[in-house]
């Protein structure tokens, strides 16, 4: 059992079909080998807002409270 547990926001979105984890574009954030200001950085489609009233969002409580992570 761990004290943290970290989850990537593209996998909780992908949840929902908020977000496609498919393409590689969506979810690379570095290209090794270059230097560019893209690298270390993703856009998310969705604002804060949009992401706080997402549905899946009592789905992923639920896994957290069934997981003992709450």
Known sequence: RS???????Q?????????NI???????I???GTVSKKNW????????EEMLSM????EIMEINLKTDRI
């Open 11 to 19: 996998d909780l979105l992908s949840l929902g079909g908020y977000y």
């Open 55 to 58: 549905p899946i969002n009592n």
């Open 41 to 48: 950085t993703a856009v998310l489609p969705l604002s804060l």
């Open 22 to 28: 498919n393409k590689d574009e969506n979810i690379r």
């Open 30 to 32: 570095n290209v090794p």
């Open 3 to 9: 004290i943290f547990c970290v989850h990537l926001i």
